[in-house]
């Protein structure tokens, strides 16, 4: 008998009674659970979703481990003396860390992750759940099985400011772990700690799923006892500056696949903010800060403005992004849409990281009318949905003064020169030539040579800038 596939969605669990009473969700992603009617707005204590293939919801416990608690150190900033080593922490994770027991460490598994602890100590002056980010394995014979250190203010917080004066004062408390996603700000981070072409060793984190598996390339990468991840290149060495993919799978299933060039470079690797639709399916892209004069079928319809602090002088126009919708309200959540970037939305009300898609690409993304939704999303490659050539389409030309498109790229162009001279990228997404002192004249054979954000390069020969053409090329 085939048994049905599980899958696990998160379940804020904050301390309510009973199995079937209706309480208010103070974070959001929350959902209700009883064993008779499954699963609805919110969490009850101790309870997660299940869902199976067929569509059917169920609560199941979640197991919670017994053991004791101990305060050991202040906040931090990073957590680069802590045995997970990471660069950079949120202010929620500078303050609420823990360290787990040597014998659930699981050399460094545990590093990123987040659970929920809640005191069982009749000396404590309340007993809420406390959420807490795992960045530390406990010294030798500090902690049995179960047992948590916690930084200061979680176990201020956790004691309901009752303080331990020693090791003989540890309380009991209980927990169990949780996707850090309603605690989790900023977005997914890489951060090289040595790379170079024969090894990578890398920090990933900061993710609202812990990573259960990464690949890049396709070769697994191995976990370090440090919490960074290893790839072995020395029997093929790789160039840093050529594109790379990373594939992170979480222990929920989500798969996050994301192109990556300059290996040794830290950044960011998906991105959180809100979506919203302001656009019916287009003829062309002129109306558009990217202006391209020519969009073929699916760029008309899966379109997207990106806000003003990533816009990054029109660098983004052509390139793709992946997003998925991370919002209770939406009903599609967890599957990925694409869309290209041809615009630039309004700063008033579109922040770092927000998107405005067509509305063809909202309603696939949330299944939803026009709103305003929580949306996680990453840059991918435009390679299996553009189709044609790179085109070139002249914006303002003669033979002293070059303006030009140069788009529909399979691949971001960051760099595009004309007989050895590089032009400049405007602002509003096409190139500029001064040609001042040395004209390009029509009917004399011209080099255009175009280079992908992978450092390809395609050289064209071209006898006429100032027509409309198919460069008859493509990155693939």
Not at 68 to 89: I, V
Not at 286 to 293: I, L, M, Q, R, V
Request: a positive charge; aromatic letters at 10%; charged letters at 15%.
């Amino acid at each position: 008998m085939t048994l049905p596939r599980l899958i696990y969605v998160v379940a804020l669990v904050l301390g309510a009674s009973g199995l079937t009473s209706a309480i208010n969700c103070p974070l959001p992603g929350c959902l209700s659970c009883s064993t008779v009617t499954g699963c609805r707005h919110c969490a009850e204590e101790g309870f997660t979703r299940v869902t199976f293939s067929n569509g059917v919801s169920r609560c199941r416990p979640i197991p919670t481990q017994a053991g004791t608690a101990a305060p050991y150190s202040a906040s931090r900033f990073t957590a680069s003396w802590l045995a997970c080593g990471y660069p950079q922490l949120s202010a929620w994770q500078g303050s609420h860390f823990a360290a787990i027991s040597a014998d659930q460490w699981e050399a460094s598994k545990q590093c990123g992750r987040c659970g929920l602890v809640r005191c069982t100590d009749a000396r404590c002056a309340a007993s809420p759940w406390v959420p807490v980010y795992f960045l530390d394995r406990c010294n030798e014979g500090q902690c049995k099985a179960g047992d948590l250190n916690l930084s200061d203010q979680a176990y201020l917080q956790l004691s309901g400011g009752t303080p331990a004066t020693s090791d003989s004062a540890r309380l009991k408390m209980e927990w169990y772990f949780m996707p850090c996603g309603p605690w989790t700000s900023g977005n997914m981070r890489w951060d090289p700690r040595k790379v170079n072409p024969w090894q990578q060793e890398v920090y990933i984190y900061n993710a609202g799923e812990a990573i259960a598996s990464v690949d890049l390339n396709g070769k697994p990468l191995k976990l370090a006892g440090g919490g960074y991840y290893i790839s072995d290149t020395a029997d093929s060495p790789i160039s840093l500056t050529t594109q790379a993919i990373l594939t992170m799978t979480s222990e929920l299933g989500t798969k996050l696949n994301v192109s990556i060039v300059d290996l040794g470079r830290s950044r960011d690797l998906a991105f959180k903010g809100q979506a919203t639709a302001y656009s019916p399916p287009v003829v062309n892209g002129k109306k558009f800060a990217c202006a391209y004069p020519t969009l073929s079928a699916w760029q008309r319809v899966y379109f997207a403005s990106i806000n003003l602090p990533q816009w990054d002088g029109a660098k983004q126009c052509g390139r793709c992004v992946m997003a998925k919708c991370v919002d209770a309200r939406c009903k599609i959540r967890n599957k990925y849409i694409v869309a290209q970037v041809v615009d630039q939305c309004p700063t008033s009300d579109c922040k770092r990281g927000n998107l405005d898609f067509s509305n063809q690409a909202f309603l696939e993304l949330t299944g939803l009318p026009p709103d305003r939704v929580a949306i996680e999303w990453h840059f991918t490659s435009c390679a299996p949905y553009v189709s044609g050539s790179i085109r070139l389409d002249p914006k303002s030309v003669n033979q002293w003064w070059q303006e030009i498109f140069i788009y529909n790229s399979a691949a971001p162009i960051v760099a595009v020169s004309l007989n050895g001279k590089p032009l400049q990228l405007s602002t509003w997404g096409f190139w500029v030539n001064n040609a001042a002192t040395s004209p390009v004249k029509a009917g004399v054979a011209h080099t255009l040579k175009l280079t992908s954000d992978a450092g390809r390069t395609l050289s064209i020969t071209i006898t006429d800038i100032g027509k409309a053409q198919s460069l008859g090329v493509q990155f693939r």
